[in-house]
C-alpha cells in the first residue's frame, strides 16, 4: 500500500488498500470488511460535513441580510 503523507486519506483509497500478506498474518476478508466499514463512514461524515457547511453558510447569509435591513432600528430606538 502507498500512502503519500500530508493528503487527506480519502474513502476510495481505504476502499483500495491492499497489504503485503504475512505468516501468521491478519485475515485478508477481515482486513478488507474493516477497511470497507471505515469507508462508508467517511463518506457519511463526509456528506454530513458538506450539508453543514452548506445550511451554515444559508443562515450567516441569512443573518447578514438581517443585520441589513434592522441596521437603522437601534439607532433611531436610541436617539429618541
Known sequence: MIYMTGERVQAYQVRSAFFDTRWRGLDPAQVHDY?????DEMDRLHRELTTARTESER???????????????RRRGHDG
Open 35 to 39: 477497511l470497507c466499514r471505515v469507508a
Open 59 to 73: 443562515v450567516r447569509q441569512a443573518l447578514r441580510q438581517w443585520q441589513s435591513r434592522h441596521n437603522g432600528c
